[in-house]
């Protein structure tokens, strides 16, 4: 459940070529509902994450080589809330590949990295995912009205999660 042997995870900055997957997801997912966004504009916003040694990066979960999840390291992602510096975002799972563990691998997977590279507060912001991410160790500690809507923010402290 959730990662088995034929899983593994790659940096995006290492496999640039899925990039244009990414962006369809992000757009379908979440971008449809911004009049200013497209798939093309997703594509440039990911650009912007093609790192390895430093944030913002974004982690791919590779099942037989084919994309299936990803998550990305931010900085500053809610300019209403600047004194928050590391987030957690674009968490995102294939459909089919929903309800397997898959979030919580790549979620997993991408607290590490933030470990790796000295993170010891990571911060995201959900509308409907508090539970999941509550029985990974994230707490809320606000529900402001953000882009119109409520939305929790929470954190999880990396350095007791060693």
């Known amino acids: ?7 593994r ?8 070529a899925l990039l244009p997957i990414l962006a369809d997801w992000f757009y379908d997912e979440w971008g449809h509902h911004d009049p200013q966004s497209s798939p093309e504009t997703m594509r440039n916003v990911l650009a912007g994450y093609l790192n390895t040694d430093r944030i913002p990066l974004t982690i791919v979960q590779l099942r037989n080589s084919m994309p299936i999840a990803s998550a990305t390291l931010k900085i500053r992602e809610v300019e209403t809330h600047p004194q928050y510096l590391h987030w957690l975002g674009g968490v995102y799972v294939k459909p089919e590949f929903r ?3 898959i979030g919580s691998s790549i979620v997993e997977f991408t607290a590490q990295q933030a470990i790796s590279l000295n993170v010891r507060e990571l911060y995201l912001y959900t509308r ?4 999941f991410y509550n029985r990974l160790g994230w707490q809320v500690i606000e529900k402001p009205l953000y882009k ?14 060693n």
């Open 128 to 131: 409907q995912h508090e539970d």
């Open 99 to 101: 309800g397997q563990g």
């Open 1 to 7: 459940m959730g990662i088995n042997s034929i899983d």
């Open 9 to 16: 995870f790659v940096y995006l900055a290492d496999q640039p």
């Open 148 to 161: 119109g809507r409520i939305a929790m923010i929470m954190k999880r402290n990396l350095m007791e999660s």
